[in-house]
Structures are given as structure tokens and as C-alpha cells.
DNA sequence: ACTAATCCTATTATTTTTATAGGAAATAGT
DNA sequence: ACTATTTCCTATAAAAATAATAGGATTAGT
């Protein structure tokens, strides 16, 4: 049960998106590949994936870039893992009823259900703005640690 | 983010024991595989895991088989979950700090932990004697909804 | 001794993950 | 028109994880 690395890159990519991206000005995915870290060849295939989910727009050419679809408070971070991991559907079962003969019957499937349900919820709790605003304070803590 | 067979097939046939070794008299393994539709190969291995995780006890020769260490109100399904997939952290780097360098600002991190221990909150709200009995409704359930 | 159960180790096939590579298409500036 | 720079698309591949299978060793009741 771990989140892979393109729902992990991706979230701090988008989160990286809507900080520096918030004027309204594209991003170059060479920059955010930069700050975080991340090959630009893999990001490439990330946002691909968030250009298909309606999340990031392309704009292509010299002055090219990305920018958000929407405004990062209309953002949730449940639309950007369900895009990158796929549904948060613990079980095939859940999705799909074919997946089991017991479906029916089988109570873990009612479990594993509701828990990503739970999932869901708690990632509809928090959208790009709030993790922008999130980062900054955790920032400015930082910055205020250091000085003491 | 998905619960792979381990985990699924484990957690099926733990219930399976609860329920079919009730009276204390242990439960062959092919029994469960039956049952549960699972090669009895495969869940030799996941009760090994079960074994050295201390959640079930194991007879060995004739008239052998599993029971369980504890009792089923006391064996919670995080335990088990932990014990065959893994601990709940949804990234390495909420166990371990060694596997980002960006553990100090990050605030993915942050949100990933807070989800990791929701998840594991709710596996412990469930323990082996409540799925019997939810698993025990649901078939009622299934009873009389039958007859009508 | 025989039988029937768990235990242990090795092997293997498949799938998923995690990328890398190379060029095509688009666009802004010259 | 040309060039530089960007996103886009497809193919490939290495590595890791998953999902088993196989064969025999060990244990214990009859």
C-alpha cells in the first residue's frame, strides 16, 4: 500500500505548478523538474497524464509551459492521485464486481469499500491551495526556527 | 494503492480461522484454502508471515493445523494488514527520513503521514471478532432476502 | 512404519514500476 | 524562412514487486 512515484512527483509537481505558476504565466517543465529533483524525460510522461485528466494545460513552442486548468482552491489532491495512481479502490472487487465470485457474500470487500471511501474524503479535504498555503507556513516556521 | 492477494487472501482466511476454529481445535490449512478458493501452496507462505508475526499458532503433523494466538476481539486488521503488507506508511520517507532529502520542507510528506495513521485508526476500529459477526449479518441478511 | 499435516528454500513467470531515448509537432523570435 | 525551444508521442528496457509453483524436510498422531 504505497503511493508510487508518479503520484508523488506529480503532487509536488502540480504543488510547484500552482506556487510559480500562480501569476498566470506558464511554467517550463524544466524548472519544476529542476526544483524538484525529478528527470524532466520522466515528468514528461506525468504530465501527460495530468494533460489527459483535464488537471494541467500545454501550452507548446518556445514560450511554451503549463499551467493549471483550474484555480488551485478547485483543485483537490483526490482528482490529482486518482489521475496518477488510478481509482482509490483498495480491491478490484470494489470497481470492478466481476473481479470476485464472492462479491456477494465477502465481507472484506465491504471493509476495503469503506476504508477507500475514507481515502477519498480525506483527500477531497485538502486542495493545491491549501498545500501552497501549507508549504509557506512550514517555510516561514522554518525561517523563524533558524533565526532563534 | 492497492491491497495485493497477500493481504486479501491473508485476511479472508484469518477470518476463516476465527470463525471455523472457534472451539480451539485447529484448522487445517487446506480446509481454509478450500473454502477461501486459494491455492494451499500460496497460503502456506502467507501463514508463514502470520506465524512469525505471532498471530496464529501452529500444530504440526496429523491431526495438526492453526489456530489463532489471541483471541479474535483482541487481533486487530491493522495487525494483520501490517504484518503481511507492510506498515501503513503510503511513503518510505514518513519511516524512514533517510529516503528524501526533502524531509524537512516537504510538505507532501506531512500530508501523507496524517493519511497513513488515519488509515491504520480506522484497520484498528476493526478487529477478527467483528468481521465474523458482520460476516455472520451479512449472510443472514442474504437469507432472507433469499426466501422472499 | 505410515500417513498427514506444517515448514523451508528455491525457482519462475508475470506484471508493475521506473525510468530513458529519439524524434515529431508546435510556436515565438529573428 | 529559419532557428531555438518547448511540449508531445511511441518505443524500449532495466529493475523490482507480485503471484505463484515445486520439492522435499520436519513433525506428530495412529
Not at 24 to 51: C, M, W
Not at 53 to 80: F, H, M, N, T, W
Not at 111 to 116: A, D, F, N, R, S
Amino acid at each position: 500500500m504505497k503511493i508510487s512515484t508518479k503520484g508523488r512527483y506529480g503532487l509536488r509537481a502540480m504543488i510547484d505548478l500552482a506556487a510559480y505558476g500562480a501569476a498566470g504565466n506558464p511554467v517550463f517543465l524544466s524548472d519544476i523538474a529542476k526544483r524538484q529533483g525529478v528527470s524532466e524525460k520522466y515528468l514528461e510522461h506525468i504530465f501527460g497524464t495530468l494533460n489527459k485528466a483535464g488537471l494541467v494545460k500545454a501550452l507548446r513552442g518556445r514560450k511554451g509551459g503549463y499551467l493549471l486548468q483550474k484555480q488551485p482552491d478547485e483543485i483537490s489532491l483526490k482528482e490529482i492521485i486518482a489521475a496518477l495512481e488510478g481509482p482509490c479502490s483498495l480491491v478490484d472487487c470494489v470497481s470492478d464486481v466481476k473481479a470476485c465470485q464472492k462479491v456477494e457474500t465477502c465481507i472484506t470487500r465491504d471493509v476495503w469499500k469503506i476504508l477507500g471511501k475514507k481515502i477519498e474524503e480525506f483527500l477531497n479535504g485538502y486542495t493545491l491551495s491549501t498545500l501552497v498555503r501549507m508549504q509557506g507556513e512550514k517555510a516561514r516556521q522554518d525561517t523563524i526556527m533558524y533565526h532563534i
